[in-house]
């Protein structure tokens, strides 16, 4: 069985990190594993890519030369990455691996405003590809019960907008885990 797995979140919540560690885990217990990077605003990334949404575009390249905002550039980079390289890359997914894990940007108006990311899900699907989004949540965040509140909706309006499952789970582990190394480096 194959697995597709898409890593969303909130801007911050160690989607990258979360990313990167999985990727590791799945090492060790010697699962073939590909990283996909779907974040055209991203400065510094844990691991290396196998596709890197940068590699064709970047947010702000976007500002530059298009002339728009932070938030249009990214709407923009990530609308023209899945125009030109959607059908690429469901048809060209010939990888043996056990997962595929996509690194997603956390601007939550990618999902809402557009089906590009859903419909490259249902390619998955279609290809046998077993599709579920892990919806990080900042533990610092689940202090307030606007906060909470507000993260479900969210990763509701995900569940309902990629018709796959959805699974809730807060990044304070990883969080622990960087500042026990940072202490561990001192």
């Known amino acids: 069985m194959q697995y597709a797995v898409f890593i969303t979140g909130a801007a911050?919540?160690?989607?990258?990190?979360?990313?990167?560690?999985?990727?590791?885990?799945?090492?060790?217990?010697?699962?073939?594993?590909?990283?996909?990077?779907?974040?055209?605003?991203?400065?510094?990334?844990?691991?290396?890519?196998?596709?890197?949404?940068r590699d064709l575009v970047t947010a702000q390249e976007v500002q530059d030369f298009v002339q728009l905002g932070p938030?249009?550039?990214?709407?923009?980079?990530?609308?023209?990455?899945?125009?030109?390289?959607?059908?690429f890359l469901a048809e060209n997914l010939d990888y043996e691996d056990d997962f595929l894990i996509f690194d997603c940007p956390g601007q939550i108006e990618l999902y809402v405003q557009n089906d590009d990311l859903q419909r490259f899900a249902a390619q998955l699907q279609r290809k046998g590809y077993e599709c579920c989004c892990l919806y990080l949540i900042d533990a610092t965040k689940l202090t307030e019960?606007?906060?909470?509140?507000?993260?479900?909706?969210?990763?509701?309006?995900?569940?309902?907008?990629?018709?796959?499952?959805?699974?809730?789970?807060?990044n304070q582990e990883i969080k622990i885990q960087k500042l026990k190394s940072c202490n561990n480096s001192k």
């Open 12 to 53: 911050g919540s160690a989607k990258s990190t979360t990313t990167h560690l999985l990727h590791e885990h799945y090492q060790v217990i010697h699962r073939r594993c590909t990283i996909f990077n779907l974040d055209p605003a991203c400065d510094y990334l844990p691991y290396e890519p196998a596709i890197d949404i």
């Open 71 to 87: 938030n249009g550039a990214l709407i923009y980079a990530f609308q023209h990455f899945f125009k030109n390289e959607r059908e």
């Open 145 to 170: 019960k606007k906060s909470i509140l507000t993260n479900l909706l969210i990763s509701y309006t995900e569940d309902v907008l990629f018709s796959i499952c959805d699974y809730n789970t807060t």
